[in-house]
């Protein structure tokens, strides 16, 4: 069965790429490459938002944990996010894709010369059939990786609502450590009830929300939570799905209802 084509933006979480013995998890990353290269040939425009520049240099450096000081957060970044993107290149280029990379500061969202600049080349990758690959530039933007307050972006989730925003795509993909949204915390609580479908963010839903699963990733469900609604208001579908099982994405593009789907009232049809 053929896909409805879609401009679809795909978030990956930093504890969905990297193993618990800190090392880079490559089946995961080539497996994802291959399901979006899949998707894109079904005649699909993809997006991919990938966290873990931090976790990948801090591996590729031999940290043993996320390192504590700024300017050593950001060193490791630059490093990391060049062998992240190394993998991506080397691995969708294997299913026939070519990648480009994107990475953004708050400046880029908030001046509207740059947020116009980025549409054109968003637009402009579309045309040459190219996946754009995004990612905050950790390197230079402290305040998120430093604090996450007083940001526009605040976190990769909020990043990739955004990115779904001003692509004006049709649904976003959030894959997490769980596979959707529990009125309680699933991995401390085995009676945890699903939430299958949520049509409004309300402040009880909020509240279900929990922290950060992993001493690498800095954000939890509640961010996601809070990427959900960015991309709500303006139409986007949004799912949260587990991403140890990436075949689910096919189900998600055929308009089933895997994980949490999120289903704004101004949604595109």
């Known amino acids: 069965m053929d896909l409805l084509k879609r401009r679809i933006v795909v978030k990956v979480g930093t ?5 618990e013995n800190r090392s ?6 080539d497996k994802l490459a291959r399901v ?7 005649g699909n425009e993809i997006v991919l938002v990938s966290s873990g520049a931090i976790a990948v240099g801090s591996n590729k450096l031999g940290f043993r944990e ?4 700024l300017r050593i957060k950001q060193a490791v970044a630059a490093v990391g996010q ?3 993107m190394h993998l991506y290149e080397k691995l969708f280029a294997e299913y026939g894709q070519t990648v480009g990379q994107i990475l953004l500061t708050d400046e880029d969202v908030k001046s509207e010369q740059r947020r116009e600049n980025l549409i054109r080349t968003f637009d402009a990758l579309f045309e040459l059939g190219v996946i754009p690959v995004v990612n905050e530039n950790d390197s230079v933007s402290s305040v998120e990786i430093e604090t996450g307050h007083n940001k526009i972006l605040g976190d990769n989730d909020t990043l990739s ?9 049709d649904k976003l993909i ?4 769980v596979d959707k949204l529990y009125d309680c915390d699933p991995h401390s609580n085995p009676n945890a009830k699903p939430v299958n479908v949520v049509t409004e963010i309300t402040s009880a839903l909020r509240e279900m929300a929990g922290g950060s699963g992993s001493g690498w990733g800095t954000g939890g469900m509640s961010t996601k939570l809070q990427a959900a609604e960015v991309a709500m208001k303006s139409g986007v579908e949004v799912t949260i ?10 189900d998600i593009l055929e308009g089933c209802t895997v994980g949490t789907r999120f289903v704004p009232t101004n949604r595109k049809d």
Request: glycine letters at 2%; hydrophobic letters at 45%.
């Open 15 to 19: 504890t969905n790429i990297m193993r």
């Open 161 to 169: 609502a955004i990115v779904a925003v001003l692509c004006k795509a």
């Open 174 to 177: 959030l894959l997490s450590d």
């Open 36 to 42: 979006l290269s899949d998707a894109k040939n079904m």
């Open 66 to 69: 996320r390192p504590r000081e």
């Open 24 to 29: 880079v998890n490559l089946n995961r990353l």
């Open 82 to 84: 060049l062998e992240l």
């Open 241 to 250: 799905t587990d991403g140890d099982h990436l075949e689910r994405i096919y």
